[in-house]
């Protein structure tokens, strides 16, 4: 049972057993999430054949998983399965995969002992354990090339190892108080851990940090600054993933013993409650997948302009539950719809979070709203978006209510252009928003509205942006 599957299943009581986005025009401000908002959005959803577990996708939209037909893993690519056993009847699983196409596992054997496993151009290396008769699982790897994993062993107790390269180096074990249990979930390239450390028995496990391989673990604080642990077999306290900014997510006990989703802005900061569920991913953009809400939707949680929103993905069928376990930084999330004893893997279409810049130039976001002229917004570049790739026609500006105000055109041509507005050496695409049209359509009240752009890429990726402007008259 996936470990994302074991907190809905907690949550919903069926176990008995064990740059922009500021809070000001000025940017100043500390961010102060609030109380996550809902809003349904479907992007798009694409069944992964053949039926399977699905565990990972990376930044080429390379997604890996395991067959459940003859439990074999796979790497799910232009709509197609590559097995990483050619032959049936070998038995293995895939958990995660680098933005260089290295995978790692389990090589499930027919004598008894399973083991961590890495593949690479279609060579399989097994990798040591820690126990000499343990089951060996590799978890997660980093770009690069450090491996992730844990091995359990009859009357020991579970352990967290890092390999540091796919090589038969033994593995560093992770540090944890004697008698006590890890399970390790993720590392970043930084080599960074998240997981959870418990004792044996299951109750009061805790999530917990890693800053390195050789470093001792650091509990997570919960929602109200105390540990984020759970007090008996029937909650989940557990941390699920890091990026690249030292951001955590995971799941946490509410007051009332319920699983709720749980956003960490540092290992050293009090978790912020994202509402019931889980989150289970975070990319590099900030981007939040996992289970929300009071039927765990399929969910994607956005931080814009202080508040994290939450959108409901949409679920591929009416029954079942659905969890979303993993998403890139170029719009695909992937997870599994489950039913009874049966696995389907989807991947998600989801929009990339973009920074935005309005009224480039001005520190505190002024705009005057006389009616004239129009109002300029900048698509800041970065790793993870090209401004040359936006579809200029497709952009809107406004409060999100489906009739935002498109791009102003100039001789019928949407007026947008690339230039590098904040002298990053990355172009930057800077539009134009008529200030009429954005009165009447209800888009530019005075105040301090919060402005969200939409659109997509030339591939129909779609965009979204905010950021909070500072109107007057």
């Given at each position: 049972?996936?470990?994302?599957?074991?907190?809905?299943?907690?949550?919903?009581?069926?176990?008995?057993?064990?740059?922009?986005?500021?809070?000001?025009?000025?940017?100043?401000?500390?961010?102060?999430?609030?109380?996550?908002?809902?809003?349904?959005?479907?992007?798009?959803?694409?069944?992964?054949?053949?039926?399977?577990?699905?565990?990972?996708?990376?930044?080429?939209?390379?997604?890996?998983?395991?067959?459940?037909?003859?439990?074999?893993?796979?790497?799910?690519?232009?709509?197609?399965?590559?097995?990483?056993?050619?032959?049936?009847?070998?038995?293995?699983?895939?958990?995660?995969?680098?933005?260089?196409?290295?995978?790692?596992?389990?090589?499930?054997?027919?004598?008894?002992?399973?083991?961590a496993a890495a593949w690479l151009d279609?060579?399989?290396?097994?990798?040591?354990?820690?126990?000499?008769?343990?089951?060996?699982?590799?978890?997660?790897?980093?770009?690069?090339?450090?491996?992730?994993?844990?091995?359990?062993?009859?009357?020991?107790?579970?352990?967290?190892?890092?390999?540091?390269?796919?090589?038969?180096?033994?593995?560093?074990?992770?540090?944890?108080?004697?008698?006590?249990?890890?399970?390790?979930?993720?590392?970043?390239?930084?080599?960074?851990?998240?997981?959870?450390?418990?004792?044996?028995?299951?109750?009061?496990?805790?999530?917990?940090?890693?800053?390195?391989?050789?470093?001792?673990?650091?509990?997570l604080k919960g929602f109200d600054g105390?540990?984020?642990?759970?007090?008996?077999?029937?909650?989940?306290?557990?941390?699920?993933?890091?990026?690249?900014?030292?951001?955590?997510?995971?799941?946490?006990?509410?007051?009332?013993?319920?699983?709720?989703?749980?956003?960490?802005?540092?290992?050293?900061?009090?978790?912020?409650?994202?509402?019931?569920?889980?989150?289970?991913?975070?990319?590099?953009?900030?981007?939040?997948?996992?289970?929300?809400?009071?039927?765990?939707?399929?969910?994607?949680?956005?931080?814009?302009?202080?508040?994290?929103?939450?959108?409901?993905?949409?679920?591929?069928?009416?029954?079942?539950?659905?969890?979303?376990?993993?998403?890139?930084?170029?719009?695909?999330?992937?997870?599994?719809?489950?039913?009874?004893?049966?696995?389907?893997?989807?991947?998600?279409?989801?929009?990339?979070?973009?920074?935005?810049?309005?009224?480039?130039?001005?520190?505190?976001?002024?705009?005057?709203?006389?009616?004239?002229?129009?109002?300029?917004?900048?698509?800041?570049?970065?790793?993870?978006?090209?401004?040359?790739?936006?579809?200029?026609?497709?952009?809107?500006?406004?409060?999100?209510?489906?009739?935002?105000?498109?791009?102003?055109?100039?001789?019928?041509?949407?007026?947008?252009?690339?230039?590098?507005?904040?002298?990053?050496?990355?172009?930057?695409?800077?539009?134009?928003?008529?200030?009429?049209?954005?009165?009447?359509?209800?888009?530019?009240?005075?105040?301090?509205?919060?402005?969200?752009?939409?659109?997509?890429?030339?591939?129909?990726?779609?965009?979204?942006?905010?950021?909070?402007?500072?109107?007057?008259?």
């Amino acid at each position: 049972m996936s470990r994302q599957l074991l907190t809905l299943l907690t949550a919903l009581g069926l176990t008995a057993t064990g740059c922009s986005d500021s809070t000001s025009p000025s940017g100043g401000a500390k961010d102060v999430p609030l109380a996550p908002e809902l809003s349904v959005a479907s992007f798009g959803v694409t069944a992964i054949e053949p039926p399977s577990h699905v565990s990972a996708v990376n930044d080429e939209g390379l997604i890996v998983g395991t067959s459940q037909t003859d439990q074999r893993g796979f790497v799910w690519v232009n709509g197609g399965a590559q097995w990483l056993s050619k032959q049936s009847g070998i038995a293995t699983a895939a958990r995660d995969v680098n933005s260089f196409g290295l995978v790692v596992g389990r090589f499930i054997s027919t004598l008894g002992s399973d083991s961590a496993a890495a593949w690479l151009d279609g060579i399989m290396t097994l990798l040591p354990g820690f126990y000499d008769a343990g089951n060996s699982i590799a978890m997660a790897v980093n770009d690069p090339g450090q491996i992730l994993g844990t091995d359990v062993a009859a009357g020991e107790p579970r352990v967290g190892l890092v390999w540091s390269s796919k090589d038969d180096q033994a593995p560093t074990r992770l540090e944890a108080p004697d008698g006590y249990s890890v399970l390790p979930e993720d590392i970043d390239d930084a080599g960074r851990i998240v997981g959870q450390l418990g004792p044996v028995d299951g109750t009061h496990g805790q999530a917990v940090y890693w800053s390195s391989e050789s470093a001792p673990p650091l509990t997570l604080k919960g929602f109200d600054g105390a540990p984020c642990e759970n007090e008996s077999i029937n909650e989940i306290a557990l941390a699920f993933a890091i990026n690249e900014e030292g951001e955590i997510v995971g799941t946490c006990p509410a007051a009332d013993g319920s699983a709720h989703a749980a956003y960490w802005a540092s290992a050293g900061a009090t978790a912020i409650d994202l509402g019931p569920g889980e989150a289970a991913s975070i990319n590099e953009l900030g981007e939040i997948v996992g289970s929300g809400g009071s039927l765990f939707e399929p969910s994607l949680w956005m931080r814009e302009a202080g508040t994290f929103r939450r959108f409901d993905l949409g679920s591929p069928d009416a029954e079942g539950l659905v969890s979303i376990g993993s998403v890139n930084n170029t719009g695909t999330a992937v997870g599994n719809f489950i039913l009874g004893n049966e696995s389907d893997g989807f991947a998600w279409r989801i929009p990339i979070r973009v920074s935005l810049d309005l009224v480039p130039g001005s520190a505190t976001n002024t705009i005057k709203r006389d009616g004239r002229g129009t109002v300029t917004v900048a698509l800041l570049g970065s790793r993870w978006f090209r401004a040359a790739d936006v579809d200029p026609a497709s952009l809107t500006l406004g409060n999100d209510d489906g009739q935002d105000t498109p791009v102003a055109r100039k001789k019928n041509v949407p007026m947008a252009k690339l230039t590098d507005v904040n002298r990053d050496g990355l172009p930057d695409v800077v539009v134009e928003f008529n200030m009429l049209e954005l009165m009447n359509r209800g888009d530019l009240p005075l105040g301090n509205p919060v402005l969200v752009l939409l659109g997509a890429l030339r591939d129909g990726t779609h965009l979204r942006g905010a950021d909070v402007a500072l109107v007057q008259r």
